[in-house]
């Protein structure tokens, strides 16, 4: 099936095929309806008039890849972030998104993209390709009156956030989420400089040194229900985020609750003082990805201080032709100086028949610590960091190990469970 790269050109089309998927109309005759899709991705697709009966000018499947880039315990990773992805209804059932979605994973090994993120309507046809669930974005309804008691935190002011105070925030941001797995870094053009808008407002909290302490941002909505919505509270320490609660503690004269969106493991959960919230209705967006490139993937995470030694990878990826992408292999990974090292192993088919038989029957060098056999579900769950191979196992994924490599990898990948905050 001939997938290719979409142009300009081709922006009323994708709009089209989109708003039919995901909602929203699109007005032809409106120049906004053709505007080039924004910067800092590639778009790809298959012509209908290519099928059988098809239309000129139709697209019959497409999806954008976002050029994103994540944090990973410390290191950072380029990630291909999916969105918009949908076939034609008068195409649909025909195997097109198979064909798309292998498009879509050689087209980020081809821009070196070793990892690639989505946000699932149905995760089925997703894991089906390789990727997992890897984190949850979670939303609470936290009733004010929990809120309402904290005492003001000495040292610490509050100011406005402005368009020339938004790069403090951004570069909080950046420090603070550093050593999490899986959060977006907030730069290049998909994240414009500059006020979001929409309504968005914030907060910076800074301390009596003058260094910037955290921020709180939410939108304020009219209407029925919680009418403040709160995208992140963000600090360095605890007194931080007990000082943002109290700001956002401070709308309970004109709302009875607001919603907090919270990450995995989200530090605002073990500082709220009252328990009163629940999660807010509606679905849970479910955070999926997978590794695309394992070589690269492994080596962008730095090796936590002390942890040093060699194992043997192997990865197996039946989900896609062989070839799409860089995700099976054979890999000797060496640890040690704080880095990781990944050197693919080219298969000879001794190697390949031995290391499939079972983890001990791998040929490894004497002084690694063995063999770790993964299949791609359990190598896209695993190397975004924050999970064990007893968890990828927990799950019916097969993730085979000598015990000395296990304990390494796991040493390797511990840290936070992934997190992220932003959707697309
Ligand atoms: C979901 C969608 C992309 C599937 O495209 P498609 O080309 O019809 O899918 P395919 O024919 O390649 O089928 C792929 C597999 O997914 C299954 N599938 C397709 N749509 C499905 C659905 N809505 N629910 C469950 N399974 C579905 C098919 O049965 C098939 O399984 P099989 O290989 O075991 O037969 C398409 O229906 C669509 O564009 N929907 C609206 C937009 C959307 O949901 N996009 C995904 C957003 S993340």
């Known amino acids: 099936m001939p997938v290719r790269e ?39 697709g298959i012509d209908s008039a290519a099928l059988p009966g098809g239309a000129g000018g139709v697209l019959a499947a497409a999806a954008r890849i976002r050029h994103d880039e994540i944090s990973l315990g410390g290191g950072r990773v380029r990630c291909g972030g999916i969105a918009g992805l949908a076939v034609h209804p008068a195409h649909r059932g025909e195997g097109l998104f198979a064909e798309l979605l292998a498009a879509v994973l050689a087209r980020c090994d081809e821009e070196s993209l070793p990892v690639s993120m989505l946000y699932p309507s149905n995760p089925e046809i997703y894991r089906r390709h390789g990727y997992q669930v890897v984190a949850r974005v979670e939303t609470l309804e936290v009733p004010l009156v929990d809120l309402q008691r904290l005492r003001s935190v000495p040292g610490r002011r509050t100011v406005p956030v402005t368009a020339a105070s938004m790069p403090r925030v951004r570069a909080l941001y950046e420090e603070v989420t550093a050593g999490d797995n899986a959060m977006l870094r ?154 990781v090292r990944a050197v693919t192993v080219p298969r000879s088919g001794t190697t390949s028949a031995q290391s499939s038989a079972g983890p001990s029957a791998a040929h490894s060098p004497e002084a ?33 190990a000598d015990a000395p490599a296990e304990a390494l990898l796991d040493a390797l990948l511990a840290g936070p469970r992934p997190s992220v905050l932003d959707a697309f």
């Open 6 to 44: 979409l142009t300009p050109t081709d922006a009323l089309a994708y709009r089209l095929l989109t708003s039919s998927a995901f909602g929203g109309s699109v007005d032809p005759a409106d120049p906004a309806a053709s505007a080039p899709l924004s910067p800092g991705q590639t778009a790809i």
């Open 186 to 339: 907030r730069q290049g053009p998909l994240f414009p400089d500059g006020l979001p808008g929409q309504g968005w407002e914030a907060v910076l909290l800074v301390g009596a040194d003058g260094q910037d302490r955290g921020y709180a941002s939410w939108t304020r909505r009219r209407g029925e229900g919680p009418g403040l919505e709160v995208h992140e509270v963000l600090g360095r320490d605890r007194e931080d985020l007990r000082a943002l609660l109290r700001v956002i503690g401070s709308w309970s004269t004109v709302t009875e609750s607001v919603r907090l969106r919270v990450r995995t493991e989200d530090p605002v959960l073990d500082v709220l003082p009252g328990g009163g919230s629940r999660p807010a209705g509606g679905t849970v967006p479910l955070v999926m990805m997978r590794v695309v490139d394992t070589a690269a993937l492994l080596t962008a995470r730095p090796a936590p201080t002390g942890l040093s030694g060699a194992l043997r990878l192997e990865v197996t990826d039946d989900t896609v032709p062989a070839g799409t992408c860089r995700a099976e292999g054979l890999f000797d990974v060496h640890v040690a100086d704080g880095r």
């Open 368 to 400: 690694t610590a063995g063999t770790v056999l993964l299949d791609v579900h359990a190598a896209s769950l695993l190397l975004v960091g924050g999970r064990s191979l007893a968890d990828a196992r927990r799950l019916g994924l097969r993730a085979d």
